[in-house]
């Protein structure tokens, strides 16, 4: 956790002078374990030479499928395009507890690494093809292990009223091997925006159990006009627990993000808030009542 705190300290230019009145700077740490529980696959060694994958898990944006083929790929010695991976209906694949907790390329990525093993095993004892296997397969979800990110924000805050812009962050992770870096980014970036719409403009307002602002026009999503510059720094050691060394990387770019900003807001004025997103009004308030 040090490393990855004097990291981002480091690239956000954390002991520079500040760009004067109402700008300030703020940094939050967060660390997690992997997600376990059940995870399966199906893997096909077709006639042909190609391979077919079934998976239980749906890809959410996050590069699943495609991280899946680069794996069977690399444990079977073939070509990406050598590779089909779909999703499976619920009848034909092995149960998945999906999406979550940063656990689909440790979870999923076991069941295809034993998946890939069977078949190699099958076919070097003379079976003939097509080979179909089905792994389903239960992932440790160990508390003991945990990863960690540090993330800096800085801010200008308009005291005369309450106005907060974001106007960097920087944020540094704890990682391992990383099977496809393009994918590892995107989630990264993906999850400090996440973070920053949390911290800066989103707010699920209701009254007497009934929603007040369930349309795009009044919940505030983060537009690519608002999103600050952004900037990740990876501190890669071995020692991962997923396949290949990997380590989770999904929330670990997402929970520090409005804590980080909150932080900066408080260094900028000199007051803290307790709830978020520190909107102009409640910065406001703040002030006033300081």
């Known amino acids: 956790i040090r490393e990855v705190m004097d990291a981002a ?34 893997l096909t060694a077709e006639a042909d030479g190609s391979f077919s994958v079934i998976s239980p898990t749906v890809d959410i944006g996050t590069g699943t499928h495609t991280i899946e083929q680069q794996m069977v790929a690399s444990e079977m010695g073939v070509s990406l395009d050598q590779v089909r991976v779909r999703v499976g209906d619920t009848d034909s694949v092995p149960y998945d507890e ?21 078949v190699k095993r099958a076919i070097a004892d003379g079976a003939a093809l097509p080979l179909t296997v089905t792994v389903e397969h239960t992932a440790e979800e160990r508390e003991d292990i945990t990863y960690f990110s540090a993330q800096v924000a800085e801010v200008q805050v308009d005291t005369e009223t309450g106005q907060v812009k974001v106007l960097r962050l920087v944020t540094a992770h704890d990682v391992g091997t990383i099977i496809n870096p393009l994918a590892h980014q995107g989630q990264i970036d993906g999850g400090v925006i996440t973070g920053f719409g949390l911290g800066v403009t989103e707010e699920f307002v209701t009254d007497g ?8 026009g009044d919940y505030k999503l983060p537009t690519m006009a608002d ?8 501190i890669q050691s071995a020692g991962g627990t997923g396949p290949y060394e990997a380590k989770a990387i999904g929330e670990l770019a997402n929970n520090a993000t409005a804590a980080a900003i909150a932080n900066a807001v408080a260094d900028a004025v000199g007051c803290r808030l307790f709830e978020l997103p520190v909107t102009a009004d409640r910065v406001y308030k703040a002030l006033r009542n300081a």
Request: with cysteine; aromatic share 4%; charged share 15%.
């Open 227 to 234: 999103i600050p510059p952004l900037e990740t720094v990876l």
């Open 209 to 216: 159990g009934q929603v007040v602002n369930g349309n795009m």
């Open 9 to 42: 300290l480091e690239a956000a230019g954390w002991d520079e002078p500040k760009n004067g009145p109402g700008h300030g700077r703020g940094v939050a740490l967060f660390g997690r374990q992997i997600g376990g529980g059940v995870a399966g696959a199906v």
């Open 98 to 118: 999906g999406p979550r907790a940063s656990r689909v390329t440790y979870t999923e990525g076991q069941a295809i690494m034993k998946a890939c093993d069977q």
